[in-house]
């Protein structure tokens, strides 16, 4: 599915992400259609494994709502949420997640162990998937690829 | 089962949780017989869902260590870790976890997704629950209780 400007934004902060060295995933915030904040994956430069970019996104917009919830709000990330981060999602009260690229190796929504499917998951936000997978994926492999040849 | 002393000092973690007027839950961080961090929960007045004692805790100890990992490291805490907790705990590839209370509601370890028991999980901490448990849930009713109240 083609992304959506705010999928485009998620995008250019995982390209972002893959320039600092970072594995490379970006997140926006949107409520009532404005971005409440934009974030990259930083678990290396921050020393934080928290410091996905969903967790970042969802920090910084609860920070600038002076709350611990955002709901009502969107959520555009490049790559299928972890486990931490779909159960972030959840206790945020995000209303709606469009992400990008599946995650069969680490993904929490649609893998393993599907994060929202459970009683103990007290919101379940809607979820929308393959929203400009592939430039998503085409990011991810190209800074894999990279990797492997340094 | 009785408490360890590491398990005491998370105690006195929850404590000081609930006089903040936050769910009281502690968590304490050990590597080599040394405290490297320690923590209550806080997602009230840092406006951060993610903010449970263990990911405070463990975002602590990571930023002491310059490492988004904690090899080798125990993990005590007062309560059984929710989803998020559990997959940030794997994350930073802590390698024992010892809990309280067991969290029929918002567990994430033994119950609803079992975070660990998946492929998608890539470290399996021990786990060992029961200890302190006594206390952890007289703190947690007495807590629920006085805000019934309120």
């Known amino acids: 599915m083609k992304p959506t400007g705010h999928m ?21 915030i949107v409520l009532n259609g404005k971005v409440l904040a934009s974030a990259g994956n930083q678990t290396r430069e921050l020393h934080d494994p928290s410091a996905h970019a969903e967790v970042l996104a969802i920090r910084a917009a609860c920070k600038a709502m002076k ?6 709000a969107d959520l555009y990330v490049t ?3 972890c486990p ?6 959840s206790a945020a009260r995000i209303a709606r997640v469009y992400y990008g690229a599946s995650d069969p190796k680490s993904g929490g929504i649609e893998q393993g162990p599907c994060i929202f499917s459970h009683p103990q998951c007290h919101h379940k936000p809607e979820v929308y998937g393959g929203i400009g997978e592939t430039e998503s994926a085409a990011i991810l492999r190209r800074f894999f690829k990279t990797r492997r040849q340094a």
């Open 67 to 72: 709350s611990e919830r955002l709901t009502g």
């Open 84 to 89: 931490a981060c779909a159960a972030v999602i």
């Open 79 to 81: 790559l299928e949420p």
């Open 8 to 28: 485009d934004q998620a995008l250019i902060e995982a390209r972002k992400a893959a320039d600092r060295g970072e594995v490379p995933v970006g997140a926006v």
